[in-house]
C-alpha cells in the first residue's frame, strides 16, 4: 500500500491513500510450528522467513490457535495464538478459521492481511467420522476505491474421496459469489493426482503455476520437493511471477514448501 505525502504543511491536508492494483500472496502450511516429523519448533525462525517475502496477504494451513501443554515443553512457544505471532506489527488484520480441537487446544487455517478484513466465516467441510478439515473464507477491502478481494483458505483431506467433496463444496461457494467478484484461492489441497484443477476450473479459477508451467507447483517434501499438493488460483484477477520457495530457509521451516505470486486487479 503507498501512502502519497500533500504539498504543503497545513493542519486541514491529510495523507491520500492510493489505490492498491498490485500485491503478493504467500501461502505456507506451517506444520504447526514445527519441521518435518516433529523433530524441532521453530515457530520464531519460520516468522522472519514470513516477514522476510514482505507478501501483502499470507494464507496459513496447520496452524494453532492454543495448546496445553506446549508451552511447558517448549521455552519460546509464544504466549499468543500462532497466526497472532506471525502476524505481529506487520499484518494488522488477521482471521482465525478453527478446524481440529482437542483436549489439549486447536488448529485451523488463518489469514494475515494487511488489508482490512470487513469480514470472515469458516466453512466446515469435514467428512463425518474423519479428520476436521475447513475453508475460511475473507472479504478483503483494498485501500483508495475500496476494491473488495475474496481470500479463500484451503486445507483439504487426504482421501481422494473426502477432497472430491470438499471441492464440491468449494465450488457451491463460489457460485454464491457474484460473477464479477475478485477471488484468490490458496492453501493445502493435498491433491497429489492432480484432480481440483478440473473440477474449479468450472468455476472460472486459474491455477496460477499451471497457467504459467502447465503443472501446479511441486511442493512437498519441502526438502526435496515431488508432490503439486499445494496451489493457488485466481479468478477475475491477473497473476505473475510465480514462486516456490524451496531454498533455505525454508526447507527447514516445514514439510511443505510456500508458494507466492504477485496479484494485480
Known amino acids: 500500500?503507498?501512502?502519497?505525502e500533500p504539498v504543503?504543511?497545513?493542519?486541514e491536508q491529510q495523507p491520500v491513500i492510493t489505490s492498491v492494483r498490485r500485491f503478493t500472496v504467500l501461502t505456507v502450511n506451517t506444520h504447526k510450528g514445527f519441521t518435518a516429523l516433529n523433530r524441532r519448533f521453530i515457530l520464531p525462525e519460520l516468522r522472519e522467513a514470513v516477514r522476510s517475502v514482505s507478501a501483502d496477504v499470507v494464507f496459513l494451513q496447520e496452524v494453532h490457535g492454543t495448546h496445553e501443554h506446549h508451552p511447558q515443553r517448549y521455552s519460546n512457544w509464544p504466549a499468543m495464538p500462532q497466526y497472532e505471532f506471525l502476524a505481529d506489527t506487520l499484518w494488522p488484520q488477521f482471521a482465525y478459521g478453527r478446524n481440529a480441537v482437542y483436549p489439549a487446544g486447536d488448529h485451523g487455517n488463518a489469514l494475515l492481511s494487511k488489508f482490512q478484513i470487513i469480514r470472515h466465516d469458516n466453512l466446515d467441510?469435514?467428512?463425518?467420522?474423519?479428520?476436521?478439515?475447513?475453508?475460511?473464507?475473507?472479504?478483503?477491502?483494498l485501500p483508495g476505491d475500496g476494491q473488495e478481494v475474496h481470500a479463500i483458505c484451503v486445507h483439504l483431506g487426504l482421501r481422494e474421496t473426502h477432497r472430491t467433496e470438499q471441492l464440491k463444496l468449494l465450488a457451491q461457494r463460489l457460485e454464491e459469489l457474484p460473477s464479477d467478484?475478485?477471488?484468490?484461492?490458496?492453501?493445502?489441497?493435498?491433491?497429489?493426482?492432480?484432480?481440483?484443477?478440473?473440477?474449479?476450473?468450472?468455476c472460472g479459477l486459474r491455477e496460477v503455476f499451471?497457467?504459467?508451467?502447465?503443472k501446479p507447483?511441486?511442493?512437498f517434501p519441502a526438502r526435496?520437493?515431488?508432490?503439486?499438493?499445494?496451489?493457488?488460483?485466481?479468478?477475475?484477477?491477473?497473476a505473475s511471477h510465480p514462486?516456490?520457495?524451496?531454498?533455505?530457509?525454508?526447507?527447514?521451516?516445514s514439510d511443505h514448501a510456500p508458494l507466492s505470486v504477485e496479484i494485480e486487479l
Request: proline content about 5%; glycine content about 6%; aromatic content about 4%.
Open 1 to 4: 500500500m503507498s501512502i502519497s
Open 8 to 11: 504543503g504543511t497545513t493542519d
Open 125 to 141: 467441510v469435514s467428512i463425518s467420522g474423519h479428520e476436521n478439515r475447513g475453508i475460511l473464507h475473507c472479504v478483503m477491502r
Open 181 to 202: 467478484a475478485p477471488v484468490i484461492v490458496a492453501g493445502d489441497f493435498n491433491d497429489w493426482r492432480q484432480r481440483a484443477d478440473a473440477l474449479l476450473k468450472p
Open 210 to 214: 499451471a497457467e504459467l508451467h502447465g
Open 217 to 219: 507447483a511441486r511442493s
Open 224 to 238: 526435496l520437493p515431488a508432490l503439486r499438493l499445494d496451489r493457488i488460483y485466481v479468478r477475475n484477477l491477473k
Open 243 to 253: 514462486q516456490v520457495l524451496a531454498a533455505r530457509p525454508w526447507s527447514h521451516l
